[in-house]
C-alpha cells in the first residue's frame, strides 16, 4: 500500500500553448532535451529559402504577365477612345460648317452676300487669331520652363 508521504505520484496534466490538455507538459518537469534544431538537419533551412526562392519567381512572372495584359487592355481601350473621340470632333466640324453656311445665309438679305461672306470669314479669322496667340503663349511658357533645366 502506498503510504502517505510517499511523494512517487503521476506527474499532473497541464495545458499547452493552444489551451488543450496534455498529459505530457508538466511545470515540474525540465523542457525536453530535443528542440525543432534538433529534429531537422541544415539543410531544410536551404529548402525554406529555395522555396522562398521560386514562390517569389512565381510571383514576380504572376505579376508581370498581370501588368502585360492590363497594359493590352488599356492601349486597346484608348485606340478605341482615340477613334472615337475623333469621330465626335469630325461632326462637332462638320456642325460649325453648317452653323457659318447658315450665317451667311441668314445675314444675305441684310447686309448682301458678299458682305454676309466678309463678315462671317473675318470674324472667324480673328477669333483664329486670338486661340492661336493664346495657344503659342502656352507652348512658350513649356520651352522656357525646360530652357534652364539643362536637358
Known sequence: MPDRNDHHHQPAASHDAAGSLNP???P???H???TRAHE???GSLFDDAYALYEDG?????AEVAFQKSRASYASRETG???VFALGALAFLHLALIGLVVGLIIAL?????PFVAVAA???TLLVLMIIVGLVARSRFKRVSQAFKGDGA
Open 24 to 26: 505530457n507538459l508538466n
Open 28 to 30: 515540474e518537469t525540465p
Open 32 to 34: 525536453p532535451e530535443t
Open 40 to 42: 531537422e538537419p541544415l
Open 57 to 61: 519567381k512565381t510571383y514576380l512572372e
Open 80 to 82: 478605341s477612345g482615340i
Open 108 to 112: 444675305a438679305p441684310i447686309i448682301g
Open 120 to 122: 462671317v470669314v473675318g
